[in-house]
């Protein structure tokens, strides 16, 4: 007798075959009690997780068939476990992939927002019996649209829709829906077309500080609030409304998260307001300076990771304008227990290992340089921070402290500080003796200006090697290299009477001054106010 075989039916046929059933049912209910079976076994087909079979369920037309029968209960009384059963249903369909999302929004988008938002501020202001579940399951469906790149503006442009997401955020009691919604703003607000938007439209921005800022609320939540003040900051348009005292108290409050992904949002936002020139000064003023001392904290601590590293000190550098410069150096000084901003970007340029992060410290510091003046707060730590560059072995870092240091020389009032400054007469007489051309001739302008101040000159002739420096200078070393100038520092030394003596002592400087004096009228006076010493 023959044996007759019968193919077996794959789980994808057998869904498929019960997913049309539940449909078809769907669309003939007739009565409320056959649209609440249908709705529930609607539930146990489509309660899983797999996305193509969600793909077949919106192409089969469920999610079509679910939205008619939302609109009719909803519009007719019916009660919650109905509206609660059928937004259940539309969440589970909705777990389908991007495409079919769009497919079914093109089809039935505007009308589904139109009668979700219906839905949600009915539960909202029911003042006895609240659904949580329904909001909830309405919040989902809302984040699986907006976090589809091409439905995102139309979204958010949907009258009413940012004022009812805004709504639910206010409402603590909501809490799942308060997550789900949550994720649906910060989608939205990565689409370039809605931040100006949503950073204008009434409540959102203030929703979002108050959750950064309320510590009752969860470490994820606030994280999220500062995501999302992150994205709007991306704005140009954004970034004079968002540098206000509400919003920088925001990010403050985001300091106390303990979580790496928190602190690269808080260093973000920073970073993106200080692109406006006029937002930089309360940047670096905010509450006498905690951004910024923030930001100098995390710079060189590892614990934050390179990333976050990278941004701080980027952010640093952004925010230190001449115009910045005096009150930053201020407000982080060098104390007993922290290293201040000066100290601090000075080990960032010499000690990080990431390129980007010591230019960003490099260029930060330069601008402070070129600032900063003698008598100011922090003047003496730069002076410090600027000798420890000039034994690197990198060269334009040794380069820019030359550059910087010369035009501090240029100052009369800066002179005495540098000539007190701990290594800076050696360092400066080292790279020259060590150097040839334009750094060599650079060295020798500086410790030539030093001696053009009365009180410094004899510090600097009680140093043998700037001596050694002066001599050869002034003998051998080619006019490009400074000789000139070498030759004008000894007869500097020579118009003060404590280094007149003590030049005179130095037996290679008087053979240098007796040789040039047989052809320079002015290294033979020099000559002879040093031998009243002799």
């Excluded at 692109?275 to 060189?300: E, F, Y």
């Excluded at 005096?326 to 922290?338: G, S, Y």
């Excluded at 002179?415 to 040839?436: F, P």
């Amino acid at each position: 007798m023959a044996i007759k075989v019968v193919n077996p039916v794959s789980p994808t046929q057998r869904h498929r075959v019960a997913n049309q059933h539940v449909i078809d049912r769907l669309k003939l209910a007739a009565t409320q009690k056959e649209t609440i079976h249908a709705v529930e076994k609607a539930k146990k087909i489509f309660d899983h997780d797999n996305t193509a079979m969600h793909d077949e369920e919106v192409r089969s037309g469920a999610a079509s068939a679910l939205y008619k029968q939302l609109c009719l209960c909803f519009h007719t009384g019916a009660s919650k476990g109905q509206v609660e059963s059928l937004t259940a249903a539309l969440e589970m369909v909705y777990r389908c992939s991007t495409q079919y999302i769009i497919d079914s929004y093109n089809d039935i988008g505007d009308g589904l927002i139109k009668v979700l938002l219906q839905v949600i501020r009915k539960e909202l202001g029911d003042p006895t019996d609240k659904s949580f579940s329904i909001v909830a399951n309405c919040g989902k469906i809302i984040k699986y649209f907006s976090h589809v790149d091409k439905l995102k503006q139309n979204l958010a442009t949907q009258e009413g829709f940012l004022a009812v997401l805004t709504e639910i955020l206010a409402n603590k009691a909501f809490d799942e829906a308060r997550y789900e919604t949550m994720h649906a703003i910060i989608g939205l607000a990565m689409s370039e077309g809605n931040m100006i938007l949503m950073a204008h439209t009434e409540g959102v921005l203030e929703e979002l500080v108050f959750i950064s800022k309320r510590r009752e609320e969860t470490d994820q939540m606030r994280r999220w609030a500062g995501a999302a003040l992150w994205s709007l900051a991306g704005a140009e348009e954004n970034r004079e409304l968002m540098c206000c005292e509400e919003i920088l108290n925001a990010i403050d409050s985001l300091s106390d998260v303990d979580c790496r992904r928190t602190t690269s949002y808080m260093v973000s936002l920073i970073k993106e307001l200080s692109k406006l020139d006029q937002n930089k000064s309360p940047l670096v003023k905010h509450n006498n300076g905690s951004l910024l001392r923030r930001l100098v904290q995390m710079a060189t601590d590892d614990e934050y990771g390179l990333e976050s590293i990278r941004k701080a000190v980027m952010t640093l550098d952004n925010i230190i304008c001449p115009e910045t410069v005096q009150d930053a150096a201020t407000l982080c000084p060098l104390t007993e227990k922290r290293p201040g901003l000066i100290v601090t970007l000075t080990s960032v340029v010499l000690d990080n290992d990431d390129p980007e992060t010591r230019n960003g410290g490099l260029s930060a510091l330069a601008e402070i340089a070129t600032t900063l003046t003698a008598g100011c707060d922090e003047f003496d730590t730069l002076l410090q921070c600027l000798v420890s560059f000039l034994s690197s072995g990198e060269i334009k870092f040794r380069t820019m402290a030359v550059l910087a240091m010369k035009d501090f020389a240029e100052s009369e009032s800066n002179r005495s500080y540098m000539t007190e400054c701990e290594g800076l007469l050696d360092g400066v007489t080292q790279i020259a003796l060590n150097s040839r051309g334009e750094e060599r001739a650079d060295c020798i302008h500086i410790l030539y200006d030093l001696t053009c101040y009365e009180a410094s000159r004899e510090t600097i002739a009680l140093n043998d090697d700037l001596m050694r420096l002066l001599a050869d200078g002034a003998m051998s070393y080619p006019l490009e290299e400074g000789r000139n100038l070498a030759i004008e520092s000894i007869i500097n030394l020579s118009k003060t009477n404590a280094s007149q003596r003590i030049v005179a002592e130095n037996r290679l400087v008087m053979i240098t001054v007796l040789d040039l004096s047989h052809k320079d009228e002015k290294m033979r006076e020099t000559f002879k106010r040093f031998a009243e010493y002799m």
